[in-house]
């Protein structure tokens, strides 16, 4: 029973293959919006956590022209 259940046709596997790495990449990209993203606050004792962020603080997930690390703080504290 457990062979008829394993055999399947071998021109599956890279179909197999492509949609788990797409669920994978789906999924990782969705946890890191989830954690990483400063618009999404999770702590409730910290209603503004964007105002922790520094002009270093690379917060896009890839960015073509701009080094972060050169970047000077042009906004006032609050």
Known sequence: VARQV???P?????LFVFI???ATG???????LALLNP???WDRNNPEP???LGPNDQ???????VDYSKLK????DF
């Open 6 to 8: 394993l055999s399947f």
């Open 20 to 22: 788990g790495t797409g």
């Open 50 to 52: 964007w105002n922790k």
């Open 59 to 65: 917060y896009k997930f890839y960015s073509v022209n």
């Open 10 to 14: 071998p021109s599956l596997i890279p």
């Open 26 to 32: 789906a999924t990782l990209y969705l946890l890191r």
């Open 73 to 76: 703080k042009e906004r006032p």
């Open 39 to 41: 618009d999404v606050c």
